[in-house]
Nanobody
Framework: QVQVVESGGGLVQAGGSLRLSCTAS????????MGWFRQAPGKEREVVSC????????WNADSVKGRFFVSRDNAKNILYLQMNTLKPDDTAMYYC??????????????????????WGQGTQVTVSS
């Protein structure tokens, strides 16, 4: 059984930083693309970042480029999202997800949600102004 668990969310002032972490068990982590998604109240879920199974390729949504950085440590089976210069508009529930199959998962960027089948419960990020 695959389990995806996010951590690291919280309340932060605008301009501050947070680092989210995600672990995935029940699958061979290093063989799956991983992604970060977010959903704000009243809005649809959107992709934030996607990283290939090797970690060589990484993509970020335009709204977070230059501020958010996705990375992974395949030796420790951990995915990270470093979020800097946070804005109130970044307030959302942040979800980590693993690609449904091995290998690709980010190749359809930015339309990648359909390629991610294993989802965590989310971690709340709230940015105050």
């Amino acid at each position: 059984q695959v389990q995806v668990v996010e951590s690291g969310g919280g309340l932060v002032q605008a301009g501050g930083s947070l680092r989210l972490s995600c672990t995935a068990s029940g699958l061979t982590f290093r063989n799956h693309a991983m992604g970060w998604f977010r959903q704000a109240p009243g809005k649809e879920r959107e992709v934030v970042s996607c990283i290939s199974f090797t970690g060589v390729g990484a993509w970020n949504a335009d709204s977070v480029k230059g501020r958010f950085f996705v990375s992974r440590d395949n030796a420790k089976n951990i995915l990270y999202l470093q979020m800097n210069t946070l804005k109130p508009d970044d307030t959302a529930m942040y979800y980590c997800a693993a690609g449904s199959g091995t290998g690709g998962g980010c190749s359809g960027w930015p339309n990648v949600q359909r390629d991610f089948g294993y989802w965590g419960q989310g971690t709340q990020v709230t940015v105050s102004s």
